[in-house]
C-alpha cells in the first residue's frame, strides 16, 4: 500500500500562482510514475501533468507553459508549481502514484485537495 498526503491549494486570483505538494510513504517500488490530475464541478477527471523517476515528464496541452512538474526521489514527493492561474483551472486536484511489479500496475490516489481561482 501506498499513502499520498497532499498540501497547498486555496484560493488565487487569476494571474496569480499556487503550488501543490504531494508526499508519499509505504512500499514503494523502484520505478513509478506521479503526477496531477483534477476534476472540475460536472467534468471528468483529467490529466494534469506526470512525471517518471528516471524526470520524464507530460503535461496536458491546457498547462504547457504555466505549470512544472517536479520530484524528489529521496523524498518521495511531487510538487506542481502552478502559474497565469486561469478561471479554468479551479478544481479539485488529485495527486497520483503508479508503480508496477510484473504485470501488476498499482494506482493510488490522494484525497485530493482545492485550487479556486477567482477575483
Known amino acids: 500500500q501506498v499513502q499520498l498526503v497532499e498540501s497547498g491549494g486555496g484560493l488565487v486570483q487569476p494571474g496569480g500562482s499556487l503550488r501543490l505538494s504531494c508526499a508519499a510513504s509505504?512500499?514503494?517500488?523502484?520505478?513509478?510514475?506521479m503526477g496531477w490530475y483534477r476534476q472540475a464541478p460536472g467534468k471528468e477527471r483529467e490529466l494534469v501533468a506526470t512525471?517518471?523517476?528516471?524526470?520524464?515528464?507530460n503535461y496536458a496541452e491546457f498547462v504547457k507553459g504555466r505549470f512544472t512538474i517536479s520530484r524528489d526521489n529521496a523524498k518521495k514527493t511531487v510538487s506542481l508549481q502552478m502559474n497565469s492561474l486561469k478561471p479554468e483551472d479551479t478544481a479539485v486536484y488529485y495527486c497520483?502514484?503508479?508503480?508496477?511489479?510484473?504485470?501488476?500496475?498499482?494506482?493510488?490516489w490522494g484525497q485530493g485537495t482545492q485550487v479556486t481561482v477567482s477575483s
Open positions: 497520483n502514484f503508479r508503480q508496477w511489479n510484473l504485470a501488476t500496475i498499482y494506482v493510488y
Open positions: 509505504g512500499m514503494i517500488f523502484s520505478s513509478n510514475v
Open positions: 512525471i517518471s523517476t528516471s524526470g520524464t515528464t
